[in-house]
């Protein structure tokens, strides 16, 4: 068995992920989203789908990197 990393269960089913050259121990997909989903730099949401990466920045969408001042994202439906 291994320990979740967020929450430290000790859990027979627990999962790994592996990003960045890093390996990530975790026993449900809300410990491993509050660990590795970025967060928007302007209105603090954490991202879970793709959201828009910016310059190195993160944000849930097109509006909150326009109203952060970057130009030129937009939304695609």
Partial sequence: MARCEVCGNDY??????????????????SCAIHRMAPICEHCRVQIIG????????????AHCSR???RVGIVDNV
């Fill in 12 to 29: 027979g089913m627990t999962f790994e992920v592996h990003a960045q050259g890093a390996v990530h121990v975790f026993d449900c997909f």
């Fill in 67 to 69: 109203a952060e001042g």
């Fill in 50 to 61: 793709q959201g828009v990466e910016v310059d190195g920045h993160w944000y849930c969408g």
